[in-house]
C-alpha cells in the first residue's frame, strides 16, 4: 500500500483559507486535517470541511457531460460524451459570438477562492469572446468601497495579532460559525483579559460567549459609530498627536458627529444610551491607557442600503483613538488587498477588442428577463455558470428562476453537484473539486499565499474549470497561446515578483511548502501611511465627493424601516435577515448528509412577543413573506432574535426545503450605497402560522 501526504488548501469563500494535509492511500483520499505548522490554521478545520472527502466521494458528484431532456427546472438529463458537450456549447456560442458577443454571460462567484480555478482561463475565454462582464459585487463590495475611501485599501490589522488585543468588537460577523480561526484569537485575548464586545441584531453563537452583546436594528451601524465618535469626542478620548499627524478632515468630523448625541444614536439604533456611552467609553479609555484596541468588522453590518458608509464610519475608529499604533489595534475588514495578486496575467483583459458592458450579478433576475433595448444592448441570451449557485444564493428568487426558466436561453453550469441552478442548465459539465486540481490561493483573513496540490485523480469523467475553458476555447478556433498554459503554468503568475510583499513568490517552492507569509509591517499604519490619496486617514473624503456621496461619515437609513418606509412597515413590520448557518458555506455543503441532519430544516428564529401577536407557537410551520414572494420555516420561538427582527440562516437548496423555497424569495436585487452590492438584510416582511 502507498501512503502519502498532500498539501492543500480550502477552497471555500471563508476569511480563514485553512492549510490542509491530505492524507491518500492507494490514490483515495482518506483523512483530511488542518496543518498543525501553519500558524492560523493551528491544526484545527471546521466541521464542514473535515467531512471533504464525504462530499467529494459523494454519490451524487455529477461525474460526466449531461443534456437536459426535461423541461427547465425539472432537471431530468441524459449522459453525453465531452465530444457532443463541447459540440452543442461552441454550435450556440459560434453565431452568438460573432453577431453579438454581448449576450453572453459568465455567471461565477467563489464556489472555489482559487486564483487559477477561480477566474483566469475563463476570464480570458470571456474576454476573448468579447462577452458581457459580470460585476462579481453580491458578497464585500459595499464595506470594501467604503473602506478604501477611508483606509486606502483592504489592508488592516493581521489576524495573529488580535490574541494581544484588550478589548475586540465583533462587529456585524459571527465567527464561530463563519471565520473560526479568528474566534480561536478571540478566546485568546479572552483568557489573557480582554474584553469582547459583540454588535449585531441576533445573539449568534459568538454573541452568546462575548462578554456584552449589543443588539441594534439591522442597518443601523453607521449611526452606532457616529454616537461612538461623538462620545469619543466629548468625553476627550482622542489621540490628538495621531489625528494631527495621520488623519484628514478631523475638524469637519468633530461637526458631523456633534449632531450624533448618545440620545439621537440610541434611538436610530434600537438600543439604550448606555449602552452608546459605556461603548464609547470602553474603546477609547482603554486606547487612552495605551491598551490595544481592535475591532473585527463583517459582513453583516454591509447588506444594507448604506452597507458601504457603516463600514466607513466603523473604519474611523481606530484612527480618532490612534489604536493603528499597536500590532494588535486597528481594525480588519479584509487582507485581501494585502496580496499583490498578478490579475491581469492570469486573466488578459488585453484580449477584449473594446470594452464591454457589465452585468451586475445582484440583478441577474431583472436582467434576465430584460428585453434588448438601446440602453441595456442586446438581450442575455446564453449564460455560462461556473462556481456559483445563483437560483439559491441570488436576492429576488422569484425573477432569477423566472429568467434561468427562459425556453430560449442557453445555460451551461460548470458544477460538482446537481444544485438549484443545474435544473435549470441545457448542459451540465462535471468540475473537480479541491482534491483534484491544482491552485494558488490567497486569503481574505490571514497573510499567507497558499498553495494547493491535487491529491487524488478527478472522479469520473469531471475537469478542472481551466481544462474546461481550454476546451471551449479549441472548439470556439481560439488560437492564442495563453489558452495552452497549465495549470501550474498559471499558478506561477498568481503573484507579482516585482513587490516587496511577495518578491519571495515561487510557485514550486510554495508548492512544497504549502504557505509562506507575506512580507508586511506588523503594525501597518503605526507611523500614517495610508494608501489613500492623502496619505492619511480620510475621515473627510474628496474621492468620495467626486463620487457623488456625502465626503463625511454619514447615517443611511434601511430601504425598508418603519422609519423610511412606514406605510410598507404597516403590512411588513419584522426586519429579517439570512445571515449564514454554520454547518452550510453559503449554498454548498447543503447537500452533504450529515451536515444537513446537523442543521434540520430551515428554521425561523422569532421573538417570543412577536410570535404570541401571531400566535405562533415555537415548532409551528410559519409562512414568511412580502411583495416579492413566500418561503415556510419552522418557527423557533427564542429572544435570540431581538424584538422586531427574524432570522432565517441560510442559504438551503431550495429543492431541499419542505416547500422548494429558500429566504431570497423575499429579498430585493436594491444595491448598497456605494460598491453596487446586494441588500440582502434590508428586508421587510410579514410572518403567519401556516396550518
Ligand atoms: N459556516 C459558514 N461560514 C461562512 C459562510 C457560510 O455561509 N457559512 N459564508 C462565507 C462568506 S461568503 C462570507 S461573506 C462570510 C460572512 O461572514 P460574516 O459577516 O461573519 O457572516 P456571519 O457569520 O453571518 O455574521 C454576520 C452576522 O451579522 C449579523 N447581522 C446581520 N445584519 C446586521 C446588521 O445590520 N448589523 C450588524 N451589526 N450585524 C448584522 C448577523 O446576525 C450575523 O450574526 O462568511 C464566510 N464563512
Ligand atoms: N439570503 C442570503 N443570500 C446570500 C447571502 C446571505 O447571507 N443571505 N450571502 C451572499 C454571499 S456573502 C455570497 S458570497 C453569495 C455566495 O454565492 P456563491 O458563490 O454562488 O456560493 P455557493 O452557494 O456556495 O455556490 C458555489 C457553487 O460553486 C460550486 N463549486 C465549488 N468549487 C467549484 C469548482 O472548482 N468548479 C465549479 N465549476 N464549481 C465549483 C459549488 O459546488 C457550489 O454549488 O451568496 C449570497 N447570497
Ligand atoms: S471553511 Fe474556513 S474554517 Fe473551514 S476549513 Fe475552510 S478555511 Fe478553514
Ligand atoms: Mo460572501
Redesign the pocket.
Known amino acids: 500500500m502507498s501512503t502519502t501526504q498532500v498539501r492543500a488548501a480550502c477552497?471555500h469563500?471563508c476569511p480563514d483559507t485553512c492549510a490542509i494535509l491530505v492524507t491518500v492511500e492507494d490514490g483515495v483520499a482518506t483523512e483530511i486535517k488542518g496543518d498543525p505548522d501553519h500558524p492560523t490554521t493551528a491544526g484545527v478545520l471546521c466541521t464542514k470541511v473535515s467531512r471533504y472527502a464525504e462530499r467529494t466521494y459523494s454519490p451524487d458528484r455529477l461525474l460526466y457531460p449531461m443534456r437536459r431532456v426535461g423541461r427547465k427546472g425539472e432537471g431530468k438529463f441524459e449522459r453525453i460524451s465531452w465530444d457532443e458537450a463541447l459540440d452543442a456549447i461552441s454550435a450556440r456560442l459560434k453565431p452568438l459570438a460573432a453577431t453579438a458577443p454581448e449576450a453572453i454571460l459568465p455567471y461565477s462567484?467563489?464556489?472555489?477562492m482559487?486564483l487559477v480555478?477561480g477566474e483566469s482561463m475563463s476570464s480570458r475565454f470571456f474576454n476573448k469572446i468579447g462577452a458581457s462582464l459580470l460585476d462579481r459585487t453580491?458578497?464585500a463590495m459595499a464595506g470594501a468601497t467604503g473602506y478604501k475611501y477611508t483606509i486606502g485599501g483592504s489592508i488592516g490589522t493581521d489576524l495573529e495579532q488580535f490574541q494581544n488585543a484588550k478589548v475586540i468588537l465583533i462587529w456585524g460577523g459571527n465567527p464561530i460559525a463563519s471565520n473560526l480561526h479568528f474566534w480561536m484569537r478571540a478566546q485568546e485575548a479572552k483568557r489573557r483579559g480582554a474584553k469582547l464586545v459583540a454588535i449585531d441584531p441576533y445573539r449568534s453563537l459568538t454573541a452568546e460567549k462575548c462578554h456584552q452583546h449589543i443588539a441594534l436594528m439591522p442597518g443601523t451601524d453607521a449611526a452606532l459609530a457616529l454616537g461612538m465618535m461623538h462620545v469619543l469626542i466629548a468625553e476627550n478620548l482622542i489621540d490628538e498627536d495621531y489625528v494631527s499627524q495621520y488623519t484628514l478632515g478631523y475638524a469637519q468630523l468633530k461637526e458631523r458627529v456633534a449632531e450624533w448625541t448618545p440620545a439621537r444614536t440610541a434611538q436610530t439604533c434600537g438600543i439604550t444610551e448606555q449602552e452608546v456611552l459605556d461603548l464609547a467609553r470602553l474603546y477609547g479609555q482603554t486606547a487612552q491607557a495605551g491598551e490595544p484596541v481592535a475591532i473585527r468588522v463583517n459582513?453583516g453590518v454591509q447588506?444594507v442600503r448604506g452597507g458601504g458608509m457603516a463600514v466607513r464610519n466603523i473604519a474611523c475608529l481606530p484612527a480618532l483613538v490612534g489604536a493603528w499604533r499597536h500590532a494588535a489595534g486597528g481594525v480588519q475588514l479584509s487582507a485581501s488587498g494585502s496580496f499583490p495578486t498578478n490579475k491581469p496575467a492570469l486573466q488578459r483583459p488585453d484580449l477584449l477588442k473594446k470594452l464591454p458592458r457589465t452585468i451586475n450579478m445582484v440583478t441577474i433576475g431583472d436582467d434576465l428577463l430584460r428585453p434588448a433595448s438601446e440602453s441595456f444592448g442586446p438581450r442575455i441570451d446564453a449564460v455560462i455558470v461556473?462556481?456559483?449557485?445563483?437560483l439559491?444564493?441570488?436576492?429576488d428568487s422569484a425573477k432569477v428562476q423566472q429568467g434561468f426558466a427562459r425556453e430560449d436561453l442557453f445555460t451551461v453550469v460548470?458544477?460538482?453537484?446537481q444544485?438549484d441552478t443545474v435544473d435549470y442548465a441545457d448542459i451540465v459539465l462535471p468540475?473537480?473539486?479541491?482534491l483534484e486540481?491544482t491552485d494558488a490561493h490567497l486569503a481574505y483573513g490571514h497573510l499567507y499565499m497558499m498553495a494547493n496540490n491535487a491529491a487524488i485523480a478527478p472522479m469520473g469523467e469531471a475537469k478542472?474549470?481551466t481544462e474546461i475553458f481550454r476546451l471551449l476555447a479549441a472548439r470556439m478556433g481560439f488560437d492564442d497561446a495563453c489558452f495552452q498554459e497549465s495549470d501550474d503554468e498559471l499558478a506561477a503568475q498568481a503573484f507579482r515578483k516585482d513587490d516587496a510583499r511577495s518578491i519571495h513568490f515561487d510557485w514550486e517552492s510554495l508548492k512544497k511548502k504549502g504557505w509562506q507569509k507575506l512580507n508586511m509591517p506588523d503594525a501597518p499604519f503605526a507611523y500614517g501611511k495610508f494608501p489613500t490619496p492623502s496619505g492619511k486617514c480620510e475621515f473627510f473624503s474628496s474621492s468620495m465627493e467626486a463620487d457623488g456621496l456625502d465626503p463625511l461619515p454619514a447615517y443611511i437609513e434601511n430601504y425598508e424601516s418603519a422609519a423610511s418606509s412606514p406605510d410598507l412597515a404597516a403590512k411588513y413590520p419584522l426586519a429579517m435577515i439570512?445571515?449564514?448557518a454554520r454547518n452550510f458555506?453559503?449554498?454548498?455543503f447543503v447537500n452533504v448528509q450529515s451536515l444537513r441532519g446537523t442543521e434540520g430544516e430551515p428554521h425561523l428564529d422569532i421573538h417570543p412577543d412577536d410570535a404570541a401577536t401571531r400566535g405562533v407557537n415555537h415548532g409551528d410551520m410559519v409562512r414568511i413573506f412580502n411583495d416579492r414572494g413566500s418561503f415556510v420555516s419552522k418557527a423557533r420561538v427564542t429572544d435570540k432574535a431581538r424584538k422586531g427582527l427574524v432570522v432565517g440562516l441560510?442559504?438551503w437548496w431550495k429543492k431541499l426545503a419542505g416547500d422548494g423555497k429558500?429566504?431570497?424569495e423575499v429579498?430585493s436585487q436594491r444595491l448598497t450605497d456605494m460598491g453596487r452590492a446586494?441588500t440582502?438584510y434590508d428586508t421587510l416582511v410579514q410572518v403567519e402560522r401556516v396550518s
Do not use: K, M, W
Not at 461556473?386 to 445563483?390: A, G, H, K, R
Not at 439559491?392 to 436576492?395: L, R
Not at 458555506?585 to 454548498?588: A, G, M, Q, V
Open positions: 477552497p469563500d462567484y467563489c464556489g472555489t482559487g480555478q453580491i458578497c459582513y447588506r461556473y462556481n456559483s449557485n445563483p439559491a444564493v441570488a436576492p460548470l458544477e460538482h453537484f444544485t468540475a473537480t473539486t479541491q486540481h478542472p474549470n439570512s445571515p449564514p458555506l453559503n449554498s454548498t441560510s442559504i429558500n429566504a431570497n429579498t446586494p440582502f
